[in-house]
Nanobody, 120 residues
């Protein structure tokens, strides 16, 4: 499974931003998808995940108001962030945990990362 992320860029404090990530490939089933981020000089951390059943989980350190959703038909995960703060500046990475049809072993894929800079 390959992941392609879209969105990101320079925004001002208080702005909103939407990130999207599309999964492509064949013969797979996605168990869940999500977003992580890596602020400058810090470790990668969870922003939000959503399961195939719609269960969501958000990271404790996310400053912005975030809503994660998944378009199952398009194998795309969306992250809507509002009230962005400078502390939300980071490279945002898309992640998917998936398996091949007829198999139970779970695999993991990462997107290439997209930079979000929150600055006035």
């Amino acid at each position: 499974v390959q992941l392609q992320a879209f969105g990101g860029g320079l925004v001002q404090p208080g702005d909103s931003l939407r990130l999207s990530c599309a999964a492509s490939g064949s013969g797979f089933i996605i168990n869940d998808m999500g977003w992580y981020r890596q602020p400058p000089g810090k470790q990668r951390e969870l922003v939000a995940r959503v399961s195939s059943g719609g269960t969501t989980h958000y990271g404790d350190s996310v400053q912005a108001l975030s809503i994660v959703s998944w378009d199952n038909a398009k194998n795309t995960v969306l992250l809507q962030m509002s009230s962005l703060k400078p502390q939300d500046t980071a490279v945002y990475y898309c992640n998917a945990r998936w398996r091949y049809y007829g198999h139970t072993y779970e695999l993991e894929s990462w997107g290439q990362g997209t930079l979000v800079t929150v600055s006035s």
